[in-house]
Structures are given as structure tokens and as C-alpha cells.
């Protein structure tokens, strides 16, 4: 039995002896570090200087030209109710509607009844009028009419020339016609109803050109004028180029926003008011930068910017406008042409600070290396 435990031990301890020569023998070989341990190691080297960490990248200005968007609505130019400026029957009605109707065309016509004898009775009066005039003045140019008798029958003739003329304005207010080109929108008489003055015949909307309204915050008002160069976008994709023909001087009291029209010309009316559309102005072409918008920071007063280290290394805040926005990012000014963008690391620095600053495309390298 001891003779066993003898053997074990000797085999045991060859074994320990053989794989201690083994480390010893062996190469001190240690393993990659990994990607983000690299990336860790580099930013440890601003732990010895005690500065902030961040991460920066170059960016570099591009022209671009700064538009305004916004959402708007078509709208009819105009849109005005007929009424009626006198009381009788409606003895016409030639529209119906959706009916198209020039300037100019009968809309509703209103019974004559006695109207026209009216008309001639005036007529009568003043031509009785003038002799009586006429008779007077010869009169008291031999002496033999006063002034006052004179003056009097002149006063009857301005008179008798004013009733004249109020029964043929009359005569024309029978007839109710369309005030300008556009489209019947409704019909308010029936041929048979008597009307009183102010009661509606029909409505009629003007459609060319058609109106694009919209509404300007005080942010996107700089620059939009009337005269500019707009394009509207349909909610069927359909898209129309028109003119800025009013910019509102006081903004709306509750919403704090500017209204604005686009006039567009609409010769065959296939655009109609109440459409949804994308209203695109472009103004000046200016040098802007393209980042994420998850960069931008907000100073003490409430305005966006960003971040960026100067050539000492020191945080600069730059306070900063957006111009433009795409899928890829938004666009802004505000920045010098080219700068160094603080990527990472923004809301743990202040203005002023010096700092550690590690590149983007520094941190990319051993990715690249590895294909």
C-alpha cells in the first residue's frame, strides 16, 4: 500500500514539474484588445491632463438655398353673395348650381312690375322741368322774373334730373348678375319668391387664379416677401409654382403667427378651395452646415446652437438658425464655414472650457483597418 502512494506522489509531482516548464518556456502573448477597449485607451490619455473628453468632427459649409416650409390650404380668390337692392319677385333665374358664369352674366332678374312707368313718369317731370327753366331764365333777363323765382325753378330741374336718374338705377338693380368669371357655388332664390333688399340670390366663387394660405412663425418671417417664387404640393402629389402676393404686417393675437398668400394661376379650375397643401419659398442661397438634429443644445435665453472647440481647444457656443431639414439631418447657419463639431460629450463642458478632443474619424480607424 505505501509502495502505491509512493508511485502517486512521484507521478504528481513530474506532472507540476512539466507544466511549470511549460509557462516558463512559453511566449507572453497577449490578446487583441477589442475595438471599444482601444477607443477606451485613447480617451484615457485626457485622465493625466484632468480635461473633458469629447468627441468632435469636421464640418465643412456648402451652399444651400433657404426656403421656408409650411402647411397651407387652397382658397378662392374671392367669393361673394348677390343680394338683392330691391323689394319684388323673382321672375328669373337663369344659373343653377356648379354653373360657370362670365362677368356680366344674369344671375336673377326681378319682376319690372311698374318700374318702368316710373321711369318714364320721372322722364316727363324733368322734361316739364327744364321748359319751366328755360321759360324763367328768358324772363328775368328782361327784367321781369325776381332771382328767387328763378333759383327756384332751377332747383326743380336738378331735382326732376336726380329722380330721373334714381329710377333708371332702379331699372338696372332688377337685374342681378355675376360680379366676376367664376363658378355658381349656390343659389339662394327660387323664380316665384318675393325678395326684400339684402335677400340672397346666389353665391359666386372666383377660382382664377386660386389662393395658397398659409401661416408664418416669427422665426420663418425674415425674408419672405410678396414677389417671391413659392411652390405648392397637393396632398395627391400633384405640385403648382405661383407668386407671394400678401405677407400679413400683424401677426393673429392667439397663435403669434403671420398669414401669407400665394396666388397661382388656375385657367382650367381644376384646383379647388379647401385643398391640403406643402408650401415651399425659397429665398437667398447662403453657406450651411448639414448635422443631426441631436446636437443642438438650447442657451440660457431658450435658443438652439451648438457646440464646437476653437483652434486653443476651448468650447464655443454658437447660437444658430435652421434653414431646411431632410431625411439626413437639418440644415443651419449660424457657424463659422469650417469647424469642429462637438459630437459627444456637449452638455458635459461649458463655454469656455478646455478640453480633450478625440475625431470621429480617428475612432473609425480600426474598424476601417479590418475591413
Known sequence: MRKTYLLAGLIAIGLGIWMMTGFLGAEDVRPELSIAEQNSKRLGQSESDDLTAVRVMDSEAIPKTRSVRIRGQSSAKRQVTIQAQLDGLIAERPVERGDWVEEGDLLCRISTEDRQARVIEAEAQLEQAKLLAESNQ?????????????????????????????????????????????????????????????????????????????????????????????????????????????????????????????????????????LSADIQIDLEQVFAHRVSPGLLLLD????????????????????????????????????????????????????????????????????????
Open 138 to 274: 328768358k324772363l328775368a333777363s328782361q327784367g321781369l322774373l325776381s332771382e328767387a323765382v328763378l333759383a327756384e325753378s332751377r332747383a326743380g330741374l336738378k331735382l326732376a334730373e336726380a329722380n330721373v336718374l334714381k329710377r333708371r338705377i332702379d331699372r338696372q338693380r332688377l337685374q342681378l348678375v355675376a360680379p366676376f368669371k367664376g363658378v355658381v357655388e349656390d343659389v339662394l332664390a327660387e323664380v316665384g319668391q318675393f325678395v326684400t333688399p339684402g335677400m340672397a340670390c346666389a353665391t359666386v366663387v372666383e377660382l382664377d387664379p386660386i389662393l395658397i394660405r398659409g401661416a408664418l412663425s416669427e422665426s420663418k418671417l425674415r425674408g419672405v416677401t410678396p414677389g417671391r417664387t413659392a411652390n405648392a404640393t397637393f396632398e395627391n402629389g400633384a405640385q403648382v409654382g405661383g407668386l407671394v402676393s400678401f405677407v400679413s404686417h400683424v401677426a393673429r393675437p392667439g397663435t403669434r403667427t403671420f398669414e401669407i398668400e400665394i396666388e397661382v394661376d388656375n385657367p382650367d379650375q381644376q384646383w379647388v378651395s379647401g
Open 300 to 371: 440660457d435665453e431658450g435658443r438652439p446652437g451648438l457646440r464646437s472647440v476653437d483652434d486653443e481647444d476651448r468650447v464655443v457656443f454658437h447660437s444658430i438658425q435652421i434653414i431646411d431639414e431632410d431625411e439626413s439631418g437639418i440644415w443651419v447657419v449660424g457657424l463659422p464655414d469650417s469647424v469642429q463639431l462637438i459630437t459627444v460629450g456637449q452638455h458635459l463642458v461649458s463655454n469656455g472650457e478646455r478640453i480633450f478632443k478625440v475625431f470621429e474619424r480617428d475612432l473609425m480607424q480600426p474598424v476601417n483597418e479590418r475591413g
